[in-house]
């Protein structure tokens, strides 16, 4: 028996590490389970202007900064990642419309760009608020380059921005990343365990559902 498709939702972005850590855990589950992940890009920083700004000036006590860092340093030992923090927050807008546009070119080129820009910010400590930088990342995944464009002058991406953070609030979604499974809402990095278990009472409950209606 063929095992059911799984859909969820995942609310991130790519300047949150803990994004970036969440993302890794949930493709590695991807291995496991047929999971169809509509990835809700939501702009964290709105205020950080196009420049960026020093990462001392997003406004961070040094004791809830300090606690941040060292659960950060945890999570990445625990799945051996070289996680990088940059010095300078970019502006994460451009980036996420140009994840949008890519969804719209499939699989093969939305995956390799996600992934892309992750590394870029916290491997090279690359700024992915800069137009040149995110143009050079997204042809190197074959991003198409009327695609790039596109993505930020057509309003349907900026739209779609606008929807995801309305459905987050909705929701009643107040951080990043957020994962949606079901009926379950799993806010933070979760363990792998807690995400495999609740996918697979997720499909059982499909299950269920489709033994009866056959």
Not at 75 to 82: P, S, V
Not at 173 to 196: A, Y
């Amino acid at each position: 028996m063929q095992t059911p498709e799984l859909r969820l939702h995942v609310f991130s972005d790519y300047i949150c590490p803990f994004c970036y850590i969440g993302s890794e855990r949930l493709l590695r589950l991807k291995q496991e389970f047929d999971l169809k992940i509509n990835w809700c890009h939501v702009e964290i920083h709105p205020e950080v202007p196009d420049a960026g700004l020093e990462l001392g000036q997003l406004g961070y006590a040094d004791s809830q900064w300090k606690s941040m860092q060292d659960n950060l340093r945890r999570l990445a030992e625990e799945d051996g990642l070289d996680l990088i923090l940059p010095l300078r927050v970019s502006r994460s807008q451009k980036a996420l419309l140009l994840a949008e546009a890519a969804k719209r070119q499939g699989r093969k080129i939305y995956y390799p760009l996600h992934k892309a820009l992750f590394d870029a910010y916290f491997h090279a400590s690359r700024d992915i608020g800069d137009e040149e930088t995110l143009r050079e990342i997204a042809s190197t995944v074959g991003m198409e380059e009327d695609s790039i464009e596109d993505a930020w002058r057509e309003q349907e991406y900026q739209e779609r921005l606008t929807y995801n953070l309305n459905l987050a609030r909705q929701i009643g979604i107040h951080s990043t990343p957020t994962f949606v499974i079901g009926d379950c809402v799993l806010g933070g990095v979760q363990p792998l365990d807690r995400m495999r278990e609740v996918m697979e009472d997720t499909l059982r409950n499909i299950g269920s559902v489709e033994d009866r209606v056959h």
